[in-house]
């Protein structure tokens, strides 16, 4: 069996970014515990706001907060590829800088969706990322949007975009959605896994736990499927959107 490294690709890793990590202290410990807990690799995914600061801005915080924490990490710590959490902003397909927030050296992109019901507009633009930017765009945490889709055809025309669906950890073995997630996944509608772990107490990485209920539900194959699809992504290249 073909084996890939354990990509945790929603991460709020990078010490006071945002509202994630509140120090290089609480950073290391997040990327041991994950380390010891099977993750190989972290994306972090800070938080990007356009209506808050230029995107040059942002990626010198990163830098800052990214050199500082590796300088201290060491074995115990996983790794670390640097991206963002983009909040989708009106006018984002037409933002030439918007590369710049893509993960490590891909055209991957993950983006927050407004909390709020879809229209066409956000069709369009996600539409216009995906054929005219060419960009891997992978929605984050698509669960979190569960009660807007409600009577909303448009969420249905989303998921036949060649858009990466990303779960977070918890909701497939929390709440009483798990099993529409995870349905997900068995559908080939569902692609990568992220923790969107925060700190160390409320919102601690928990990658393995989320891992365990696909294994526990669909088995190694479609786990192994997982991994194959996040290891494509970073090397940038297309994941299968589809299950065999």
């Not at 991206?83 to 800088?97: I, K, N, P, S, T």
């Not at 601690?204 to 991994?227: S, W």
């Amino acid at each position: 069996m073909e084996t890939y490294p354990v990509i945790d690709f929603h991460s709020h890793i990078l010490p006071r970014m945002d509202d994630g990590s509140d120090s290089t202290e609480t950073s290391l410990e997040m990327l041991r515990l994950s380390r010891a807990r099977g993750v190989d690799v972290m994306v972090s995914t800070s938080h990007y706001y356009r209506r808050k600061e230029s995107i040059a801005s942002f990626l010198e915080r990163r830098e800052d907060r990214l050199s500082g924490l590796l300088s201290r990490a060491d074995e115990t710590c996983c790794g670390i590829v640097p991206g963002a959490e983009v909040a989708f902003y009106f006018g984002m397909d037409e933002d030439a800088e918007l590369d710049r927030l893509c993960v490590g050296d891909t055209k991957a992109i993950l983006v927050e969706m407004p909390f709020q019901s879809w229209g066409t507009y956000e069709i369009n633009v996600l539409s216009s990322l995906c054929f005219d930017r060419r960009m891997t765009v992978i929605l984050a945490h698509y669960e979190r949007f569960a009660e807007f889709e409600k009577g909303n055809k448009l969420y249905e025309e989303v998921l036949k975009l060649p858009v990466v669906v990303q779960i977070n950890a918890a909701s497939l073995y929390t709440g009483f959605g798990a099993r529409r997630w995870i349905k997900m996944f068995r559908n080939g509608e569902a692609h990568i896994l992220g923790s969107d772990c925060h700190n160390l107490r409320s919102r601690a990485p928990d990658l393995d736990r989320g891992r365990e209920a696909i294994r526990k539900k669909l088995g190694q194959d479609a786990l192994t499927e997982i991994d194959r699809n996040a290891s494509a992504i970073l090397l940038g290249q297309k994941p299968k959107r589809s299950r065999t």
